[in-house]
């Protein structure tokens, strides 16, 4: 080409400049050899002047040269503290191969610029950006509030990624419908006891297992924290409006009856639980919810004898309640015959006394002091 090359080999300014304003492959070849040459780690000395040249016609000519090209430019930027921010923003919008390692890798992507690509850009482009390591509170809000399963899973399992009390708290909420979140949160560093108290309720034995191991519980601490997670669960959260909506079409309907309690608790709709039990029985939900989760049973079996509740379904109930707690197969059986035997001793009146004390004292020690007083009069 006759034209003196800088040191390292890469071409100067104005044959760049010149291929540039080339139409033909051959030369866009040559610009694309350049401009790779051009940005490897120790291959070229420029000044500040030729450096900002090279970048304006990298900026121009990004969108015309071939994904390939593309590709190697944005891998070569990724890296590059001192790469024009405009550029970086370009690549960073392309198609995901050429995106990816940008959005990965480069520190020069700002807050703003991560956000908008995360509210516009694809799938893969959200999922780039969990890959980064370092995410901010205000670009992992972003990606949560994309509804993106897999994009909110990734963002867990990023370790360098900060997530603020508020996001921590409604990932937690939709943890009891979206098993994925599980795991992952479980695991995050931010995750206070509290919450992890709450997930009690809804995680699976393993996790729940994991959950007393990380905070040092004991089995009875652990089913303290789960019996406090269900009264706090009670007390704070309201029925959703579909929860609401179909309580009141269960009463208007009439189809409030004792078998209904085993389905409402398999379904894991403790709320509409609590207000099956309150019609029922006539007593408050939260004595109605320290029954089902309190570990012996014993007061779940008079309130389901005083109800009607059929042995069989007590039995599916309390098992239900109980694989909510870490727990031993053998003894769950064990327990289980036991209450069996409980269970067909009561007769109905005598459990409809019980529960009639607990209408008058409906604090949970008490209920259970009446119930210890009803299992020693043989009731």
């Known amino acids: 080409m006759g034209a003196k090359s800088l040191p390292g080999g890469v071409l100067p300014a104005e044959v760049l ?84 390692p940008i959005l990965v890798g480069s520190c020069v992507l700002e807050d703003i610029d991560l956000i908008e690509i995360v509210q516009q850009r694809s799938l893969e482009h959200k999922l780039a950006v969990t890959q980064r390591g370092s995410v901010s509170e205000a670009v992992a809000e972003a990606l949560v509030k994309s509804g993106e399963e897999s994009v909110i899973v990734s963002l867990l399992r990023n370790a360098n990624a900060r997530l603020s009390t508020a996001t921590m708290e409604y990932l937690v909420e939709q943890s009891q419908r979206v098993d994925a979140f599980q795991e992952p949160l479980l695991h995050r560093h931010e995750l206070p006891p509290d919450l992890a108290r709450r997930m009690l309720l809804w995680v699976s034995a393993a996790l729940r297992e994991d959950i007393v191991a990380r905070f040092g519980l004991s089995g009875t601490a652990a089913d303290d924290l789960l019996e406090g997670a269900v009264v706090e669960t009670l007390e704070t959260a309201a029925p959703s409006a579909k929860d609401a909506a179909l309580i009141r079409e269960i009463e208007k309907s009439g189809l409030i009856r004792p078998g209904l309690l085993r389905e409402v608790v398999a379904a894991g709709q403790l709320v509409l ?44 109930i309390y098992a239900i309640a109980r694989r909510a707690r870490p727990f031993n197969a053998d003894q769950l059986a064990a327990d289980c015959r036991r209450l069996n035997d409980f269970f067909r001793s009561l007769t109905s009146d005598a459990a409809r006394q019980v529960v009639l004390r607990w209408r008058r004292h409906p604090g949970y020690l008490a209920a259970l002091r009446e119930l210890q007083a009803a299992r020693g009069n043989h009731v």
């Open 17 to 100: 400049l010149s291929l540039a304003r080339s139409r033909s492959a051959e030369r866009r070849g040559q610009l694309a050899l350049a401009l790779t040459d051009l940005f490897r780690d120790g291959a070229a000395v420029l000044t500040d002047r030729e450096r900002a040249t090279m970048f304006d016609i990298l900026r121009r000519l990004v969108h015309e040269v071939e994904v390939s090209v593309r590709q190697s430019i944005a891998e070569h930027l990724a890296g590059d503290a001192a790469a024009p921010r405009g550029l970086i923003q370009d690549l960073a919008n392309d198609q995901i191969e050429v995106a990816w």
């Open 273 to 316: 639980y609590a207000r099956v039990v309150e019609k029922l029985a006539g007593i408050g939900r939260q004595l109605a919810l320290r029954l089902l989760f309190e570990p012996s049973g014993d007061g779940l079996a008079v309130l389901c004898r005083a109800i009607d509740v059929s042995a069989e379904d007590f039995l599916e």
